[in-house]
């Protein structure tokens, strides 16, 4: 008689051994896959906080004024700025960019019925110099927003 253990018996101790690493190496995988899905949905909704900011520049150096539905629409998707980017540029988006549009939008409304002469003159100044200044937010944007928006592993 053979008092050598059957193979199937190696292979009944085996078993619970790659089991438990066959489970670990799942469970690694869905950690992974869970991170990977983290940063994808927050470069998502980081990414439409950056469209609705390049949206309102667009807008305002197509048409020339910040129209009062555009505005809106960048006051709700930028709201959660705060929360997904840094303070600064929730300041940023809030007290500069906002801030430009609204005082652009005072600017226009002050200078309709003003005659033509110095004060006009002034006013329409003032809206160029506005204008000037969101047209070099394109590069601000894009250096603010860049290292929020790289997608690494």
């Given amino acids: 008689m053979n008092t050598d253990p059957h193979w199937t018996t190696y292979l009944a101790a085996l ?11 799942i469970a690694y995988r869905q950690w992974r896959l869970a ?3 983290l940063k994808l949905d ?7 906080v950056y469209e609705a900011a390049r949206t309102l520049v667009s807008s305002i150096m197509t ?11 960048f006051m709700v998707a930028t709201r959660e700025a705060k929360w997904l980017l840094n303070a600064s540029i929730a300041e940023y988006l809030d007290k500069e960019l906002y801030g430009k549009a609204i005082d652009l939008q005072m600017l226009a409304s002050e200078l309709e019925g ?19 200044w969101l047209l070099a937010q394109f590069a601000v944007l894009d250096a603010k927003f860049s290292p929020f928006l790289q997608l690494q592993h």
Avoid: H, Y
């Fill in 42 to 48: 927050l470069f998502d909704r980081r990414l439409s």
């Fill in 35 to 37: 991170q990977n899905k």
């Fill in 15 to 25: 078993l619970v051994p790659t089991i438990a690493i066959l489970g670990a190496f």
């Fill in 114 to 132: 003003v005659p033509v002469g110095d004060e006009r003159t002034k006013n329409v100044r003032q809206q160029a110099e506005i204008k000037r």
């Fill in 63 to 73: 048409s020339g004024k910040a129209k009062d539905e555009e505005v809106f629409r």
